[in-house]
């Protein structure tokens, strides 16, 4: 392996996507053995075409991580996503009372607080969706432990199933908001689990202590 290879690293954001799809566990040996035969591809032919291979087996690697959980455990995945469905169905209505719940606060009509009024209303209303949403993914990111970004990305599909098309999301920026927001829950989530195990190899000791 020339000193070249060992300096060139792959797409970040082919390793990154790698990173989120794979459980904490797997990352780790995942990713270690596409940066070897990249590092490999490299030395042998140059940067573009490890490039291109490294893409190609990322998204690769992650359809058959998504196919292996879909497949191994369909059930309970399918469970927590109708959990989630659940969860958005029953406080759909939600934002709207929170925010009719803050306006009664204050004095009705008073001409001090009209912009207030019109800037919850216009805006104060898609601000607590989004955060619903997010709240929501989280508790599924969470009980999908392993499958955090899988479990999101289905529940966001399901979220734009009513459109009958993702190309809908393009001209319903809100349902598109609320998507993006699932699987952002499920990015965060996998990430604090990724942060923790990372903790916890370098601390061996901490579960001799705990």
């Known amino acids: 392996m020339t000193r070249a290879a060992l300096r060139t690293h792959p797409p970040r954001l082919a390793a990154w996507l ?3 799809f794979a459980s904490a566990e797997q990352a780790e040996s995942i990713l270690g053995d596409l940066h070897e035969e990249f590092s490999d591809i490299v030395s042998d032919s140059g ?23 879909l497949w ?4 309970p995945l399918a469970g927590i996503v109708l959990l989630g469905f659940l969860l958005r169905w029953l406080s759909a209505t939600l934002p709207e009372r929170v925010i009719v719940a803050i306006l009664r606060m204050q004095r009705p009509y008073s001409n001090l607080h009209y912009g207030l009024y019109v800037w919850l209303v216009t805006n104060g209303i898609p601000i607590v969706a989004v955060v619903q949403t997010m709240f929501i993914g989280s508790i599924v990111a969470i009980l999908a432990k392993g499958r955090e970004l899988l479990a999101t990305v289905i529940l966001g599909i399901v979220f734009a199933a009513p459109l009958g098309s993702p190309l809908f999301l393009l001209f319903v920026p809100r349902l598109a908001v609320g998507v993006i927001a699932t699987v952002l829950a499920g990015v965060i989530v996998r990430m604090c689990r990724s942060s ?3 903790r916890l190899r370098v601390d061996p000791q901490h579960d001799e202590l705990n």
């Open 196 to 198: 923790e195990a990372s």
């Open 72 to 75: 191994g455990a369909p059930w």
């Open 47 to 69: 940067v573009v075409p490890a490039r291109r291979w490294y893409w190609r087996h990322g998204v690769k690697t992650i359809f058959d991580l998504a196919s292996a959980t």
């Open 18 to 20: 790698v990173d989120v």
